[in-house]
T-cell receptor, first 114, second 115 residues
Framework: EPEVTQTPSHQVTQMGQEVILRCVPI?????FYWYRQILGQKVEFLVS????????KSEIFDDQFSVERPDGSNFTLKIRSTKLEDSAMYFC????????????FGSGTRLTVV | AQSVTQPDIHITVSEGASLELRCNYS??????LFWYVQSPGQGLQLLLK??????LVQGIKGFEAEFKRSQSSFNLRKPSVHWSDAAEYFC?????????????FGRGTSLIVHP
């Protein structure tokens, strides 16, 4: 079964550093998403991406966040200057078409900011 | 705005016992409802979904859920739990926002299975 692959599975970074979380969506999917889950809290929507641009974003997705599809296979989330409160599990997801119906989630990257 | 409440943070059951995980939602119209499971080190896997029609929905791994509009609930059930069912379970409601559906997740319920 096709999978969404995320790397690394765990990343530790110092406060103020930039991090890039990487995702390889399913090859024929066109819509890409990032979510995060702070420990003990809800899974929260960050951003959706289609046709090389952001289609939706939440209040959480402020100027320190950016997304990019640098080539035909990768989808990245960059956090420019990490804060302690950015520590969370970050999930990538992709779908063939818009909507929640056909999401496939990756296994997540646990980001720890120290 | 929609919201989802999973009132139980942890549920402990014995292997072979029945299971019910609770989910309540708040949304003005008929929602799209989902249950996801997250096993350790794994992604979120879709167990089942409800869009319309029959309010009792069958999913994978022997799970089912029943949509009860009058109670705004979408509880997940399994008649006999296996040790491999130990995982985190998330209820989610999807509502249309502009051109896409933005899902809202509950906080999750952690299922512990005793042998």
């Amino acid at each position: 079964e096709p999978e969404v692959t995320q790397t690394p599975s765990h990343q530790v970074t110092q406060m103020g550093q930039e991090v890039i979380l990487r995702c390889v969506p399913i090859s024929n999917h066109l819509y890409f998403y990032w979510y995060r889950q702070i420990l003990g809290q809800k899974v929260e929507f960050l951003v959706s991406f289609y046709n090389n641009e952001i289609s939706e974003k939440s209040e959480i997705f402020d100027d320190q966040f950016s997304v990019e599809r640098p080539d035909g296979s990768n989808f990245t989330l960059k956090i420019r200057s990490t804060k302690l409160e950015d520590s969370a599990m970050y999930f990538c997801a992709s779908s063939e078409r818009t909507g929640f119906i056909g999401y496939t989630f990756g296994s997540g990257t646990r980001l720890t900011v120290v | 705005a929609q919201s989802v409440t999973q009132p139980d943070i942890h549920i402990t059951v014995s292997e072979g016992a029945s299971l019910e995980l609770r989910c309540n939602y708040s949304y003005g119209a008929t929602p799209y409802l989902f249950w996801y499971v997250q096993s350790p080190g794994q992604g979120l896997q879709l167990l089942l979904k409800y869009f319309s029609g029959d309010t009792l929905v069958q999913g994978i791994k022997g799970f089912e859920a029943e949509f009860k509009r009058s109670q705004s609930s979408f509880n997940l059930r399994k008649p006999s739990v296996h040790w491999s069912d130990a995982a985190e379970y998330f209820c989610a409601v999807g509502a249309r926002s502009g051109g896409s559906y933005i899902p809202t997740f509950g906080r999750g319920t952690s299922l512990i299975v005793h042998p």
